[in-house]
């Protein structure tokens, strides 16, 4: 069972470039996140999707922005990269409605670092 | 403005100790508090979590305690083990649709000397 798939796994890249992460979940689960981790702050989250075809911001949307075509994929993109986006990217899903326990499932991440 | 305070930000136990980190939120709001466990190069997984119903919930050797009026939470880890040396995020969300929408302390890392 794969979960969540993430790529890349880790990026270098220049500021001011354009840089999409992926992220795929085989769960069917309705409800997709992005969270961001720095060290010494925790995860903050940066756009969260309810179901296919609605996006929401989290705590930190600035300077990223997410598309919810279908189910499984929840792309974020960095319009033009800043170096205060150098962090570790996780994507993550869970189940909402009656079922709903909140279990949030991780993927295990994108290191990005931009220069 | 950090919506939920975690403390300590390290901590060091032998191995069978009590491993003990605090939490703290301000909005009232919040009505469902998870702990996530984060092991190197991987993402965090659900631990244990409890609503503002109860005030203790244990799996395993893994306690919650939560006091409502204080707006304090804690995890306790029992008869600590090196397998559990890990970061360790206290989070605060409310139910229903923005259950996902998490706000997470800044993450504990435990050492857990053999």
């Known amino acids: 069972i794969a979960g969540i798939t993430q790529a890349p796994t880790s990026q270098i890249l220049a500021a001011g470039r354009r840089m999409t992460l992926r992220c795929t979940q085989d769960m069917r689960h309705n409800a997709m996140y992005w969270y961001r981790q720095d060290l010494g702050l925790g995860l903050r989250l940066i756009h969260y999707s309810n179901t296919a075809g609605t996006t929401g911001k989290g705590e930190v949307p600035d300077g990223y922005s997410v598309s919810r075509a279908n189910t499984d994929d929840f792309p974020l993109t960095l319009a033009s990269a800043v170096p205060s986006q150098t962090s570790v990217y996780f994507c993550?899903?869970?189940?909402?409605?009656?079922?709903?326990?909140?279990?949030?499932?991780f993927g295990e991440g994108s290191r990005l670092t931009v220069l | 403005q950090q919506q939920v305070k975690q403390s300590p930000q390290s901590l060091i136990v032998q191995k069978g100790g009590i491993s003990i980190i605090n939490c703290a939120y301000e909005n009232t709001a919040f009505d469902y508090f998870p702990w996530y466990q984060q092991f190197p190069g991987k993402g965090p997984a659900l631990l244990i979590a409890?609503?503002?119903?109860?005030s203790e919930k244990k799996e395993g050797r893994f306690t919650i305690s939560f006091n409502k009026s204080a707006k304090q939470f804690s995890l306790h880890i029992m008869d600590s083990q090196p397998g559990d040396s890990a970061t360790y995020f206290c989070?605060?969300?409310?139910?229903?649709?923005?259950?996902?929408?998490?706000?997470f302390g800044r993450g504990t890392q435990l050492t857990v000397w053999p």
């Open positions: 989070a605060a969300g409310r139910r229903g649709s923005t259950l996902g929408r998490l706000y």
């Open positions: 993550a899903s869970s189940e909402i409605g009656n079922l709903n326990t909140g279990e949030l499932f």
């Open positions: 409890i609503r503002p119903d109860v």
